[in-house]
Nanobody, 120 residues
């Protein structure tokens, strides 16, 4: 059973930075394509960034050149470095395994997520 633990969220000012982490010691992390998703109040959950097992990355247009996804397989951990944060980045951020050659999660079972709040 998958138990993602997202962390690193919090309050940031516009233009500020946060680094999110996602860990799950219970899966063979290195073989999976992984992704970050987010959901703001009243909005659908959306893909933010994906990193494949081969380290290929894909970003939503809204976060390109501001966010960086990375992974550290030895620690079963994935990261999302978020720079130049904007008010529209405020959301609960989740991580999940994504389908191969797709930008969608393998199922609809999610962890707790980590809240990102943007305020001056």
């Amino acid at each position: 059973q998958i138990h993602f633990a997202e962390s690193g969220g919090g309050l940031a000012q516009p233009g500020g930075s946060l680094r999110l982490s996602c860990a799950d010691p219970g899966i063979i992390f290195r073989i999976h394509d992984m992704g970050w998703f987010r959901q703001a109040p009243g909005r659908e959950r959306e893909m933010v960034a994906v990193i494949t097992a081969g380290y290929k990355t894909t970003y939503a247009e809204s976060v390109k050149d501001r966010f960086t996804i990375s992974r550290e397989n030895a620690k079963n951990t994935m990261y999302l470095q978020m720079n130049n944060l904007k008010s529209e980045d405020a959301a609960v951020y989740y991580c999940h395994i994504v389908r191969p050659d797709a930008l969608e999660p393998v199922d609809d079972i999610w962890g707790q997520g980590t809240q990102v709040t943007i305020s001056s």
